[in-house]
């Protein structure tokens, strides 16, 4: 990732390129031609380092349906995705609708 964005009912909050590599974030999606893919991250809780996520994708109308074991949890979540220039843009709301995210990703 390099870079994301939320907005709230604070506005809109923006974290550069520059910001997430002096903070030594990381985040990358792996993924594979049959369906599988692999989540690396230190973002969600520094404290733990990085964790590893495996499960399976599937993108169909717009969205990333992505489908992981945190813990002993199943989660599924959904993206709305969109691809431009080799740049892959995930996009999602909270369940009330109060808060947005995005991130963006680059092709490597």
Excluded: C, H
């Excluded at 506005?11 to 997430?20: A, H, L, N, S, V």
């Excluded at 369906?35 to 809780?45: E, R, V, W």
């Amino acid at each position: 990732m390099f870079e994301y964005s939320w907005t709230n009912d604070q506005g809109k909050q923006t974290t550069t390129e520059d910001q997430i590599k002096a903070d030594g974030g990381v985040t990358e999606y792996q993924f594979t031609d049959d369906g599988k893919f692999k989540l690396t991250s230190n973002m969600a809780d520094e404290s733990t380092g990085t964790d590893t996520y495996e499960g399976t994708w599937k993108f169909e109308d717009g969205k990333l349906m992505l489908k992981m074991k945190m813990g002993d949890q199943l989660v599924d979540l959904v993206w709305n995705a969109e691809i431009k220039d080799d740049i892959l843009n995930l996009t999602r709301s909270s369940p009330d609708g109060s808060v947005s995210v995005v991130n963006s990703f680059r092709k490597k």
